[in-house]
């Protein structure tokens, strides 16, 4: 059984930025065999929901009215590290193209939709302290990763 972290809106808790949840049966699915361990980095950073949608500007987390959200956003993510540290998980499984949470492509800055390559302020602090980070998207290379680690069947 292996410990994975898991962005909590992915998880049906809603603390996504418009108050919603987008929860994943795959990854609910994940708990029959897993211990899935939630973690909000922007509500953990303090950031309130709903909250104004925030995207990653030369480097800086900048909200949709224009405030400088960085602060909340690293501590958030430091929180989440801190969790997985004290839990000794194994994964880490985020909500694609957040600014906190995304792996691999993020919004551009411009709130158009646009995606450019990078991670958000999460993944790339997990990513940096040497975590194996995938997104709902690598659902698939996920199970074959627990496959691998634990000889579980998913």
Do not use: W
């Not at 800086?60 to 004290?86: H, M």
Request: glycine share 10%; aromatic share 6%; hydrophobic share 35%.
């Amino acid at each position: 059984m292996s410990k994975i972290i898991v962005s909590a809106c992915l998880l049906g808790i809603p603390c996504r930025y418009d108050g919603k949840s987008c929860p994943n049966e795959r990854v609910l699915k994940l708990a029959e065999k897993h211990t899935l361990i939630p973690v909000c980095p922007e509500q953990n950073g303090g950031l309130s929901t709903p909250r104004p949608p925030a995207e990653i500007i030369d480097g800086k987390v900048i909200n949709k009215v224009g405030t400088d959200v960085s602060e909340q956003y690293l501590r958030g993510a430091q929180i989440a590290l801190d969790v997985a540290e004290l839990n000794q998980a194994d994964f880490v499984l985020l909500k694609a193209k957040s600014p906190s949470c995304g792996k691999g492509r993020i919004y551009d800055g411009s709130f158009s939709e646009k995606l450019i390559p990078g991670n958000g302020k999460t993944a790339s602090l997990f990513l940096e302290k040497g975590y194996i980070v995938f997104n709902e998207e690598e659902i698939d290379l996920l199970e074959s990763a627990l496959i691998d680690k634990d000889g579980s069947n998913r």
